[in-house]
């Protein structure tokens, strides 16, 4: 375990910082006695362990011990609306800080980094007088949006993060064929199919696709963001056709391998 005192200038034990811990010398009430120490843990939840030694006057360390505990998170609530929005529709959370936290100092502001979208952000919010705040997120992450929420105390106390996340989000299109079924082997050179394209979220307007990378085709979607092209193979074997969506708003979503095989 690392060092926790070491000699001063003037013979007086004095505390280390290792490994950016926190240390704290406490001198003890008399010669061979007990002492008492108020400490605050370091920022963060979960198991935590505080490592103690004595020092004789002659400065020489008694056998290290230990006393585990565990520190309850401070995060924030995170309350999503009900019923949760659809990809790509924007949802008002509202921020409940810890009451501890709130107790001790009143919550001022929320600290909130929006990820999984086409542009990360982090903003601030300011609290109500009773600690709660609301933001709106859009919820346009191609694979899920997730936020991590911390609430800043008048006394500049930040709590530990809150998390919360929409889960995994499928946006890759649904391929489908008339002629060459997806892992399949059928067709045969010269011989055509069709490729229908059909959204799994979003207002799509186009699709991008491309046989074994070649050159990459955009299509616009028709009705209800369907889009269907023609293609006929000029040799047999494998193909891999990839094909994302793009939004009427320009977001791109997810692409999808569709594996089959020519005669």
Do not use: C
């Not at 400490?39 to 979960?46: A, R, T």
């Not at 929005?85 to 107790?103: I, Y």
């Not at 990378?213 to 193979?233: C, E, F």
Request: aromatic share 10%; charged share 15%; glycine share 10%.
């Amino acid at each position: 375990m690392p060092e926790t005192a070491t000699v001063g200038d003037h013979g007086i034990p004095q505390p280390v910082d290792v490994y950016a811990d926190t240390k704290e010398f406490v001198q003890a009430t008399t010669l061979g006695g007990s002492a008492t120490v108020s400490l605050i843990p370091p920022p963060g939840s979960g198991p935590m362990t505080l490592y103690v030694v004595s020092l004789d006057r002659a400065v020489n360390e008694s056998t290290q011990s230990s006393y585990a505990f565990y520190v309850s998170s401070t995060g924030p609530t995170v309350t999503p609306p009900a019923p949760l929005p659809g990809f790509d529709k924007t949802a008002r959370f509202t921020f409940t800080p810890d009451s501890g936290v709130q107790a001790a100092s009143r919550v001022v502001s929320y600290t909130v980094q929006v990820n999984g979208g086409p542009n990360p952000q982090t903003v601030t919010v300011k609290a109500a007088k009773d600690g709660t705040a609301t933001l709106r997120v859009k919820l346009n992450g191609n694979t899920g949006t997730w936020l991590d929420v911390s609430s800043t105390s008048a006394n500049g106390w930040v709590s530990d993060a809150a998390w919360w996340s929409t889960g995994n989000v499928d946006t890759t299109p649904t391929v489908s064929s008339d002629v060459y079924a997806e892992n399949g082997t059928s067709g045969g050179i010269g011989v055509p199919g069709a490729f229908t394209f059909t959204p799994k979220q979003g207002k799509v307007a186009s699709y991008t696709y491309s046989f074994n990378d070649g050159p990459a085709v955009s299509v616009k979607a028709g009705a209800k963001g369907v889009a269907t092209i023609n293609w006929t193979p000029t040799d047999d074997g494998f193909y891999d056709l990839n094909v994302y969506a793009t939004t009427k708003d320009g977001l791109v979503l997810s692409a999808y391998d569709y594996y089959f095989s020519v005669n």
